[in-house]
């Protein structure tokens, strides 16, 4: 989607359509569709008086003008009372409307944010259309090769900023959106790629070719000789069943006035997880391409941060592995030594995110970090408990938690919080190790967040269980069925705050 920002009158467009909110409490809410209203000999009243135009949440209504100006098409999408528009309401509208625009087969569409009825900055409200519409135009289209035009099908907005004092905003406000936007497509294309394209050196070369394109990542690759030499047993012991060899990615951002710490993000990257030898069943098994959706925001999240020039140092580490039933793979019942010096009897080796997340989080400590969080499609016990659109939170800093949860409430992506408790701890003690990989079924999600505790010493630290959201069977406004690139908002959003509030 290009995107353009003006400064002027929306009544100089002429674009295919122009988009317009309405109010289930509010009838004609701006001096501009009053004005439409004139021209159009009370087109818009009337229909609202029809029942026509509701306003009520998610409802799109097409008004065609009469051909006296520019402006000969509106879009009216509901946004319900105008006391209760909030952010995620208005996300959805903006998504709803660009892609009616798209179904009408038109190419072109503007806004002007004096002409929404919102209380909101303008450039608010242009960073909140530019992201939603460019989500939710989103398709995955590599594979398809009988679609021709519709694939190729492109729309542009235009957004006409009222005050020349504003402009500046605007437009810095609208390429943010649109950088952030890219990251997330990214990881979107990267969870929805088949495991036989996104294997783990392809997902290491996706990491290499960031950096190539930005100065300020470096990115480096351990092969399995580095890894074993590195003592990350773990990943190795996950790793060996397959021919695809495992990778451990490495990158390394710093922002030019970045001081003190790093903060580590950590994402699981199984590229592709039959569940090894405890081999999980056929049906939906396809869908297990998609377990490196950890990995791939962790990826999104740096490319992010670069782009937006955030003046942090981030550190993303990626294990990237199959796991597989080949003749060497490990089997329940092995016992494998991690890097951190624990033993972990396997018990099953469909449990073998935290096993390669527990390398990882180890790993972590060399650089001393101010904060680790990593990001995992852990355990279907999390869908289960919090339903498929809510990431699990799991951790040992309380403020770590509540500038996630600052983030997830600007963002709309959702999070809530589980515990640690004894319990969890006291079901995986094993009888041979330090630790068995497994604690039984019974707060599935919550026994996962205590094994990956047990190697975290001397930061903060933080885990995202987002086994529901990172695919979604029901199609969104602005997230389409499919991969939904989640966490990367929410992780941006979050190392924004602290950015600008000068935390080390």
């Known amino acids: 989607m290009k995107v353009t920002v003006k400064q002027g009158n929306i009544e100089a467009s002429n674009a295919d359509a122009t988009i317009l909110f309405s109010y289930e409490d509010v009838l004609i809410p701006t001096r501009y569709m009053a004005a439409f209203d004139e021209v159009s000999r009370n087109l818009l009243r009337q229909m609202i008086d029809a029942g026509d135009i509701k306003g009520k949440a998610k409802e799109v209504q097409l008004v065609f003008l009469p051909d006296t100006?520019?402006?000969?098409?509106?879009?009216f999408v509901g946004l319900g009372k105008k006391s209760e528009a909030n952010p995620e309401k208005i996300r959805e509208a903006f998504a709803l409307s660009a892609r009616k625009v798209r179904e009408m087969k038109w190419h072109s569409m503007d806004i002007a944010p004096s002409m929404m009825g919102l209380d909101f900055?303008?450039?608010?409200?242009?960073?909140?259309?530019?992201?939603?519409?460019?989500?939710?135009?989103?398709?995955?289209?590599?594979?398809?090769?009988?679609?021709?035009?519709n694939i190729r099908h492109t729309v542009e907005l235009t957004a006409w900023i009222e005050k020349e004092e504003d402009l500046k905003k605007a437009v810095q406000a609208a390429r943010e959106a649109e950088r952030l936007g890219?990251?997330?497509?990214?990881?979107r294309d990267l969870v929805s790629m088949p495991s036989n394209e996104m294997t783990p050196k392809a997902m290491a070369r996706e990491a290499l070719k960031i950096g190539e394109k930005r100065q300020s990542?470096?990115?480096?690759?351990?092969?399995?000789?580095e890894i074993k030499k590195t003592g990350m047993h773990a990943?190795?012991?996950?790793?060996?069943?397959?021919?695809?060899?495992?990778?451990f990615i490495i990158m390394d951002y710093q922002g030019s006035e970045s001081k003190g710490a790093p903060i580590v993000l950590v994402g699981k990257g199984l590229t592709f997880d039959s569940g090894g030898i405890s081999i999980k069943p056929s049906e939906n098994m396809e869908g297990m391409k998609t377990d490196?959706?950890?990995?791939?925001?962790?990826m999104g999240v740096v490319m992010a941060a670069a782009d937006l020039k955030l003046p942090l140092r981030i550190i993303g580490l990626i294990p990237a592995t199959e796991?597989?039933?080949?003749?060497?793979?490990?089997k329940p019942g092995d016992v494998l030594k991690t890097l951190s010096g624990l033993t972990v009897e396997v018990i099953s080796t469909d449990a073998e995110g935290r096993l390669i997340l527990a390398d990882s989080l180890t790993y972590a400590k060399r650089y001393k970090p101010a904060a680790v969080i990593d990001l995992a499609t852990l355990t279907g016990a999390c869908i289960i408990a919090l339903g498929e659109n809510v990431m699990g939170m799991m951790g040992t800093a309380r403020e770590l938690k509540e500038k996630l949860?600052?983030?997830?409430?600007?963002?709309?992506?959702?999070?809530?919080?589980?515990?640690?408790?004894?319990d969890s701890y006291e079901a995986i003690k094993s009888d041979i190790a330090d630790l068995k990989n497994v604690g039984g079924r019974p707060g599935g999600a919550m026994t996962a967040g205590a094994f990956l505790s047990k190697f975290i010493t001397g930061y903060p630290w933080v885990h995202l269980d987002i086994a529901g959201p990172s695919w979604l069977n029901k199609d969104h406004p602005y997230t389409p069925k499919g991969a939904s690139g989640v966490g990367v908002r929410l992780l941006v959003q979050m190392l924004k705050n602290w950015s600008a509030i000068g935390d080390e």
């Open 235 to 247: 990943l190795l012991g996950v790793a060996k069943g397959s021919r695809e060899e495992g990778q």
């Open 405 to 422: 949860m600052h983030a997830s409430e600007l963002t709309g992506e959702k999070i809530w919080e589980l515990p640690l408790w004894e």
């Open 292 to 298: 490196m959706a950890g990995g791939a925001a962790v």
């Open 323 to 330: 796991n597989m039933p080949g003749g060497l793979a490990y």
């Open 69 to 75: 100006r520019r402006v000969r098409r509106l879009i």
């Open 217 to 225: 990542i470096k990115v480096n690759v351990l092969d399995e000789k």
């Open 182 to 187: 890219d990251a997330v497509i990214f990881v």
């Open 121 to 149: 900055p303008t450039e608010w409200i242009i960073s909140m259309a530019v992201e939603s519409m460019r989500l939710g135009l989103y398709r995955f289209t590599h594979f398809k090769t009988e679609e021709g035009e």
